[in-house]
């Protein structure tokens, strides 16, 4: 059996003396003009986004242990950008990273379960490994059933999922803050949910050499105090923490994510490195070198983590 998703992702940190995670979500409008310029139609829109995060993937790739690959970005260019999201997840495993499928999955029953064969495992077909994510995020808010299917997936290829429990996204809080109903006891929604992706993940065959699930929860660390609550009602799961960078969190806001030791977390940026030629113009110039900022910006990231949670 290949070795636990989060035995695996736990080496990689060590590996890279870092969590931090570049997140590809490449918007057609913001590519280099010279990229942009190509992308005339679905199939040369797709092979534009394909031959950016490509590169940004060669940049980053000695940096960190993994990057975060947005199927929405690709799902917009119909079956061109399908194929290029699984070429890209290729690309980055031979980059020697892993690599965590954004695809936000919510279903039940058998959508679930095909849902997870399409992105963790294919047991009736002879499926190439390497276009397939080692972890992806989920939707949990239909129950267990829209989450153990990929559990079920995942388990023998060594692969994991990372179950939405406190989102970045400020206008997400009308659902997470949801303190209401009788069963609810004034506990907010987040916290219910942190409480199920503990039940769902927290059983021993689920749990790495490492001591930590290959079942995930993203966690944005919207204040240091609801933080903390989090992170000890979830003490085997590993964070996916967005927010950092254009979303506004910074290193010291993501700490109280971690377990002791600077463990148990990987934080996520996306645009704020890959568009970081934005600031300085590389992009424009003729011959300007972007993807020079984009590491630049990576390096930069990473030297902020290791300020405030040494590894």
């Known amino acids: 059996m290949p070795p636990h998703f989060a035995d695996r992702l736990t080496a990689a940190i060590a590996a890279r003396n870092t969590p931090a995670v570049v997140g590809l979500d490449p918007l057609i409008e913001r590519l280099p003009p ?142 997470h803050e949801f303190a209401g109903g009788a069963a609810a006891a004034g506990v907010p929604f987040y916290r219910h949910m942190a409480a199920l992706v503990h039940a769902w993940g927290s059983a021993p065959e689920l749990l790495g050499r490492c001591g930590l699930s290959c079942v995930g929860a993203v966690v944005a660390p919207k204040d240091a105090a609801t933080t903390v609550a989090v992170r000890a009602a979830l003490p085997h799961a590993i964070f996916l923490v967005p927010g950092f960078g254009a979303q506004g969190a910074t290193a010291a806001d993501c700490k109280a994510c971690f377990l002791p030791g600077g463990r148990g977390a990987i934080v996520n940026a996306s645009r704020s490195v890959i568009f970081a030629y934005e600031k300085t113009g590389s992009a424009a110039s003729k011959g300007g070198d972007w993807l020079r900022d984009v590491e630049s910006a990576c390096r930069e990231f990473i030297t902020q983590l290791r300020s405030a949670i040494p590894q």
């Open 34 to 175: 010279l990229l942009r310029a190509s992308a005339a139609a679905p199939d040369s829109a797709a092979a534009a986004i394909e031959a950016f995060c490509r590169e940004v993937i060669d940049a980053v790739a000695p940096l960190v242990p993994a990057v975060k690959i947005n199927s929405a970005f690709f799902e917009a260019f119909y079956e061109f950008g399908v194929a290029a999201y699984f070429r890209v997840i290729a690309h980055a495993h031979a980059r020697g990273l892993l690599v965590i499928g954004d695809v936000k999955r919510g279903d039940i029953g058998s959508t679930a379960r095909l849902y997870a064969r399409g992105h963790l495992d294919q047991p009736a077909f002879e499926l190439d490994p390497a276009r397939v994510a080692d972890a992806v995020t989920l939707a949990g808010y239909l129950g267990r059933g829209a989450v153990q299917p990929f559990i079920d997936a995942g388990r023998a290829p060594g692969r994991g999922v990372f179950v939405l429990v406190r989102p970045s996204d400020p206008a997400a809080d009308e659902v």
